[in-house]
């Protein structure tokens, strides 16, 4: 890796990238490593770290000083994994910013690619690479990062929701005023991060470049077996798992005519249902564990 500690930036750079962590030793460094091998250069990454019990301080200041792009921050408690998410978004100087988990690995290409893509296709306000999970393939249905490119809004809000998918689209490059703008950045609940996509939906269009790729780790909350019971406070949450989500794609559908309505109400129903079964398919494999 090239040592750029002695270098300087005098401006703000054009990509934040925030990669909030906690007990990542195991995963951190190839992660690190992925961003700084970067074809695109300018950018800023921002470790906000929560208050970890292992090795992971002791890694990321490895970094910190062997490259200034690096800034790495300890939070004297562990705040939780949304304000931690936060966090680095208000950090953030860059006109883009992305998050990245700190078991996610990116191609070289992959600033590169949706950055360029971003500066000559003003109307598209996120952009990002085929994405797969480790050890997985890419599908664009199942993994969720496929393009939402319809003129019309309520085209591309109904599109959320065609599939029960993994929202790959939720680790692209953003142009970051939009993400300012999103009402939920402080909340937590069931779906949190598909009301981010259609907070941006609503706003304008989301790309699926073909060149790069993201692999995702496995360590996720998505990937968890209580992610269910993480987000559940009532009996209502039981039957209507998506309750909040549900109604948060609502709100923007106000003015939509009653085809799209009806469609997302289709949508939303079997998101709910969905889910409803699939609660207890997790506690029947817990219990047989």
Not at 128 to 140: M, Y
Not at 238 to 250: E, G, H, M, R, T
Not at 260 to 289: C, D, E, T
Request: glycine share 4%; hydrophobic share 40%; with cysteine.
């Amino acid at each position: 890796m090239t040592d750029l500690s002695q270098t300087q930036s005098k401006q703000a750079p054009t990509v934040s990238i925030g990669m909030p962590v906690y007990n990542g030793d195991k995963v951190i460094r190839e992660a690190i490593e992925s961003l700084l091998a970067q074809t695109f250069k300018d950018f800023e990454l921002i470790i906000s770290d929560n208050a970890s019990t292992d090795s992971t301080e002791a890694i990321c200041r490895e970094y910190e000083k062997k490259d200034f792009r690096v800034r790495y921050i300890r939070q004297a408690v562990n705040q939780g994994a949304i304000a931690n998410f936060k966090y680095v978004l208000d950090e953030a100087l860059g006109e883009y910013f992305m998050w990245a988990a700190c078991d996610d690995i990116r191609s070289p290409d992959f600033l590169h690619a949706n950055l360029n893509f971003l500066k000559y296709n003003p109307d598209y306000i996120s952009s990002t690479s085929p994405v797969k999970f480790c050890n997985g393939n890419f599908n664009e249905v199942k993994m969720g990062d496929s393009s939402l490119d319809s003129e019309n809004r309520y085209d591309r809000i109904v599109a959320v929701f065609k599939k029960w998918h993994a929202n790959g689209r939720f680790y692209s490059l953003f142009r970051r005023a939009p993400l300012l703008g999103w009402k939920h950045i402080d909340s937590s609940f069931l779906g949190s991060d598909w009301s981010l996509i259609t907070h941006l939906a609503n706003q304008g269009k989301l790309k699926r470049v073909a060149d790069g790729w993201v692999e995702l780790g496995n360590k996720g909350v998505s990937n968890s077996t209580d992610i269910f019971a993480r987000y559940r406070s009532s009996r209502f949450d039981w039957i209507f798992p998506f309750n909040k989500l549900s109604l948060d794609a609502w709100k923007y559908m106000k003015e939509a005519g009653l085809v799209h309505k009806v469609i997302l109400s289709f949508r939303l129903l079997y998101l709910n249902y969905k889910a409803f079964r699939l609660q207890f398919h997790v506690m029947r494999h817990r219990k047989n564990v």
